[in-house]
């Protein structure tokens, strides 16, 4: 029998490994970016972006930058309310200071009350350490054994597709874009999800942080596919900030929109998320790179023909 832990889960991919493992009922507070499944809306929000996300990606860009020059935080923590909420665990990250609050933005919190919660910091860059995140998490809040079986479960259907995909003779080249202007390809993980569902990534590789990419990269890579999956951005969000894309005098130039195989996603709930749904990303790269050969359900919900 586990001991009930108080959770906040700051990192929306923390609080899907929270739900995969069964234990959202002991989810007591989230980020405000955390909104799958939909049952965590109900949690109180403990942090918000100090920046103005409604803004152009040039703009939000130059916003970021700025802070971080600045040594500023992107992100505002509610420490009266986490205070409140007394917290055992709290699951934060570090793997990016844009994507999500980081322990350094807890300090507040946790240097107040007598007895601080664990907090349990999250890096992850490729796919095994998803595999790991998952048991730090279960170990943290003693259902080790649960981890262990969803990690199984989750190689599992990874191996699968992988072979289904390895079937084909077909590699289409592809870039991903994680962000539009200015320019950047997807990194970490992304090239790992495109190698199981039987594509050739070009513009990043595996475990390297999302590197800046120009217009003069893209036209020389000149992939067969181009799948746009700005970080925390929906599918009409993605679709209506292409315009700097499609706009630009050098994009007719790419074979992808020649041929029309350019593809916009649902980034802000697949691709930037590395929880349990990457499996389903790696779903939605297939069905866009092997459109003969696998249909899982996602074309129209998850991803467009842009």
Do not use: Y
Not at 3 to 29: F, K, N, Y
Not at 180 to 199: D, F, K, Q, R, S
Not at 231 to 259: K, M, N, Y
Request: aromatic share 6%.
């Amino acid at each position: 029998m586990s001991t009930r832990r108080r959770i906040i889960s700051l990192q929306p991919s923390a609080t899907e490994i929270v739900a995969a493992l069964g234990m959202l009922d002991q989810l007591v507070g989230r980020s405000h970016e955390c909104d799958f499944p939909p049952d965590v809306q109900s949690r109180p929000i403990c942090s918000r972006p100090r920046i103005d996300v409604a803004k152009s990606g040039a703009e939000i860009d130059r916003q970021v930058k700025d802070s971080l020059r600045a040594g500023l935080s992107i992100f505002e923590v509610d420490t009266a309310l986490m205070l409140e909420l007394r917290p055992d665990v709290i699951l934060t990250q570090t793997q990016c200071d844009v994507c999500a609050v980081t322990p350094q933005d807890l300090e507040a919190a946790l240097t107040q009350g007598d007895n601080g919660p664990s907090v349990i910091d999250l890096h992850p860059q490729r796919l095994e350490h998803l595999f790991g995140d998952i048991h730090v998490v279960s170990m943290a809040l003693h259902i080790s054994d649960r981890g262990h079986q969803l990690v199984v479960e989750l190689r599992g259907e990874f191996e699968s597709l992988r072979l289904k995909t390895s079937k084909l003779r077909r590699k289409p080249t592809i870039v991903c874009l994680e962000w539009l202007e200015p320019l950047m390809t997807a990194g970490n993980w992304i090239p790992e999800l495109v190698e199981i569902a039987g594509g050739q990534n070009l513009g990043a590789e595996p475990g390297q942080h999302s590197p800046w990419f120009d217009w003069d990269q893209l036209l020389t890579a000149n992939p067969e596919v181009l799948v746009l999956m700005p970080c925390g951005w929906d599918i009409a969000r993605a679709r209506a900030e292409s315009r700097v894309l499609t706009s630009d005098p050098r994009w007719t130039q790419l074979s992808a929109v020649r041929s029309g195989k350019v593809f916009v996603t649902d980034g802000h709930q697949f691709f930037n998320r590395p929880g349990p749904r990457l499996f389903e990303s790696a779903q939605i790269l297939a069905e866009i790179l092997h459109p003969e050969a696998c249909n899982f359900g996602h074309r129209g919900r998850n991803w467009e023909k842009l």
